[in-house]
C-alpha cells in the first residue's frame, strides 16, 4: 500500500490589499424610514422581499412584498435594523443597486438606482443588455 503525500506551502503576503465588496443592495436613509414605518403596523412580519419579475417590452420588474421568514437562498441584507431579502433569481441583477424612497406631490414608492441597467423603454421597465 502507497501512500502519497501532498505538500503545501504557506506565504504571507504583505503588501496585498483587499478589494472592498459590492454590497448586494444599499438602502437610503429615506427608504429604511419608510420601511420602518411599514413594518411597524406588522408585527408578524420581519422584513421585506425582493423579488423580480419578467415584464414589459423588453424588462425586468422588481417586486416588494411582506416576509416573515428568510427563504433557503434568499439573501438576507440588514441596514439599520431593517432586513431586506433578496430571492435568489434578483440576486445577480440586483448587484450594487441602492434602494430610495422618493415621495412627491403625485405619487411616492421605492426606486432602484441600478448600475447594471443600460436602459428602460417607454413603459418605464428597465432591461439589461
Known amino acids: 500500500m502507497s501512500a502519497s503525500l501532498v505538500r503545501a506551502t504557506v506565504r504571507a503576503v504583505s503588501k496585498r490589499k483587499l478589494q472592498a465588496t459590492r454590497a448586494a443592495l444599499t438602502l437610503?436613509?429615506?427608504?429604511?424610514?419608510?420601511i420602518k414605518q411599514l413594518l411597524k403596523d406588522k408585527p408578524e412580519h420581519v422584513g421585506l422581499k425582493v423579488g423580480v419579475r419578467?415584464?414589459?417590452?423588453?424588462?425586468?420588474?422588481?417586486?416588494?412584498?411582506?416576509?416573515?421568514?428568510?427563504?433557503?437562498?434568499?439573501?438576507?441584507?440588514?441596514?439599520?435594523?431593517?432586513?431586506?431579502?433578496?430571492?435568489?433569481?434578483?440576486?445577480?441583477?440586483l448587484l450594487g443597486t441602492e434602494m430610495d424612497y422618493v415621495e412627491d406631490k403625485l405619487s411616492s414608492e421605492f426606486?432602484?438606482?441600478?448600475?447594471?441597467?443600460?436602459?428602460?423603454?417607454?413603459?418605464?421597465?428597465?432591461?439589461?443588455i
Open 28 to 34: 437610503t436613509p429615506s427608504a429604511v424610514h419608510k
Open 54 to 93: 419578467t415584464r414589459g417590452c423588453n424588462g425586468l420588474s422588481y417586486t416588494l412584498e411582506y416576509t416573515k421568514t428568510k427563504g433557503d437562498s434568499d439573501e438576507e441584507v440588514v441596514q439599520d435594523g431593517v432586513k431586506v431579502f433578496i430571492e435568489k433569481k434578483a440576486q445577480l441583477t
Open 111 to 128: 426606486v432602484f438606482n441600478n448600475p447594471n441597467i443600460k436602459g428602460t423603454c417607454g413603459c418605464g421597465e428597465s432591461f439589461n
